[in-house]
C-alpha cells in the first residue's frame, strides 16, 4: 500500500516502535525512513500526540498497528492526517470467531475480578483480548522477568509480548526518548486467555500470581 501510494526514497513513515520489525522493514522496502512515535499506555498502539510530535515536512504516512486487541486511534489519526495530507494506514491482527472472542472476553472479565499486585489491561467493549497482557510492577524488566520464570515453574504458559522495541534493534536503532515504549517493554507479561482453558486453570494462575503480586507494590 505504501508503495501503491508512491512513499519512496526522501520520504519519512511514522510507525510504533513497540512490537514486531515487519512494519518497519515495509517502510524500509519503500526506500523510505521509518520514525518511530511513542504508545499510548493503556492500549500500547500508537499515541496522537506522539504522532503529531515526529512530524516533518518529510513525512508521507502513519501506520497505525492495533495490538493485543485494542484497537488504535485511527479516528484521530485520520483527523491528523487530513490537516497535513498523509497517507494514513492500519496493520490488523487475526481474527477470532465470535465464539472464542466472547470466551476470551469472559476469560479476562474473571482475572480482571481477581488479580491483584498486577495491573490489569484497561478494558473496553471493543477489546478483543487477542492477548491479556498485565503489568508486572516493581523494578521494571528484573522483576518482570521473575514474575514470569516463576509462573512457567508453576507450569503457566506466560510471554513477554515485546523483548525490545524497533527503535532498539541494531538494524532499526534511534537514539529517540519513548518512554512509554521502553516501559511497556519493561513491565508487561501476556497471560494465557485461550477459550479452551478450563476455570480451573484459571483459579490456579490468579493464585499464583497473587501470591507474587503481594511481594510486590501494586501498580495503579
Known amino acids: 500500500m505504501l508503495q501503491a501510494a508512491g512513499v519512496g526514497p526522501g520520504d519519512e513513515v511514522i510507525v510504533p516502535a513497540f512490537g514486531n520489525a515487519e512494519v518497519a522493514e515495509a517502510v524500509v522496502r519503500t526506500g523510505?525512513?521509518?520514525?518511530?512515535?511513542?504508545?499510548?499506555?493503556?492500549?500500547?498502539?500508537?499515541?496522537?500526540?506522539?504522532?503529531?510530535?515526529c512530524l516533518s515536512a518529510?513525512?508521507?504516512?502513519?501506520?497505525?498497528?492495533?495490538?493485543?486487541?485494542h484497537k488504535a486511534d485511527v479516528a484521530g489519526l485520520l483527523d491528523l492526517g487530513q490537516r497535513h495530507g498523509l497517507l494514513v494506514l492500519e496493520q490488523g491482527e487475526s481474527?477470532?470467531?465470535?465464539?472464542?472472542?466472547t470466551?476470551?472476553?469472559?476469560?479476562?472479565?474473571?482475572?480482571?475480578?481477581?488479580?491483584?499486585?498486577?495491573?490489569?489491561?484497561?478494558g473496553h467493549e471493543a477489546?478483543?483480548?487477542?492477548?491479556?497482557?498485565?503489568?508486572?510492577p516493581g523494578n521494571g524488566r528484573p522483576?518482570?522477568?521473575?514474575?514470569?520464570?516463576?509462573?512457567r515453574g508453576k507450569g503457566i504458559e506466560c510471554s513477554v509480548p515485546v523483548k525490545t522495541p524497533v527503535?532498539?534493534?541494531?538494524?532499526?536503532?534511534?537514539?529517540?526518548?519513548?518512554?512509554?515504549?521502553?516501559?511497556?517493554?519493561?513491565?508487561?507479561l501476556a497471560l494465557?486467555?485461550?477459550a479452551t482453558m478450563p476455570r480451573r486453570q484459571l483459579q490456579r494462575m490468579v493464585s499464583a500470581c497473587n501470591a507474587l503480586g503481594g511481594l510486590l507494590q501494586p501498580a495503579f
Open 32 to 53: 523510505a525512513a521509518p520514525v518511530f512515535a511513542d504508545i499510548d499506555p493503556d492500549t500500547y498502539c500508537i499515541d496522537r500526540g506522539s504522532v503529531d510530535v
Open 143 to 151: 522483576d518482570r522477568d521473575a514474575f514470569a520464570r516463576t509462573l
Open 95 to 101: 481474527q477470532k470467531s465470535y465464539e472464542e472472542v
Open 167 to 188: 527503535h532498539r534493534l541494531p538494524a532499526f536503532w534511534r537514539d529517540v526518548a519513548l518512554p512509554e515504549t521502553e516501559r511497556a517493554a519493561d513491565e508487561t
Open 58 to 69: 518529510r513525512t508521507a504516512a502513519v501506520i497505525a498497528v492495533h495490538r493485543f486487541g
Open 192 to 194: 494465557p486467555v485461550d
Open 103 to 122: 470466551q476470551r472476553r469472559a476469560h479476562a472479565a474473571y482475572l480482571s475480578g481477581r488479580l491483584n499486585g498486577v495491573r490489569t489491561p484497561a
Open 127 to 136: 477489546h478483543t483480548y487477542q492477548q491479556y497482557v498485565v503489568r508486572v
